[in-house]
């Protein structure tokens, strides 16, 4: 499983980023694949997913903001971020685990790309 995850950046408060993620084939009709974020001295977070039947789930933290989709045939997932908080800050990352439970619990997650960096900084 290879997973990369692309598109982080700066941005000002109030706008908008699309990350993605890269996988490989297959992953994501096997896999449930999640969004999470590491700030500084902060434990990973899991602010949004999509099961393999696409079923969404987003953090309180993010819902109504940010939106999962995925590309099945392109085998691509994007987090489209809007309205962004100086409290977005922080290395995003794509992971991928088996079932649709425990979606938010990085420790059931089984393969990591490596992160992207987003910035909200006027």
């Known amino acids: 499983v290879q997973l990369q995850a692309s598109g982080g950046g700066l941005v000002q408060p109030g706008g908008s980023l699309r990350l993605s993620c890269a996988a490989s084939?297959?992953?994501?009709?096997?896999?449930?694949i999640g969004w999470f974020r590491q700030a500084p001295g902060k434990e990973r977070e899991g602010i949004s997913c999509s099961t393999t039947d696409g079923t969404t789930h987003y953090a309180d933290s993010v819902k109504g903001r940010f939106t999962i989709s995925k590309d099945n045939a392109n085998n691509m997932v994007y987090l489209e971020m809007n309205n962004l908080k100086p409290e977005d800050t922080a290395v995003y990352y794509c992971g991928v685990k088996y079932g649709s439970m425990r979606y938010f619990v990085a420790g059931a997650y089984l393969y990591w790309g490596r992160g992207t960096l987003v910035t909200v900084s006027s």
């Open positions: 084939r297959g992953v994501l009709v096997t896999y449930t």
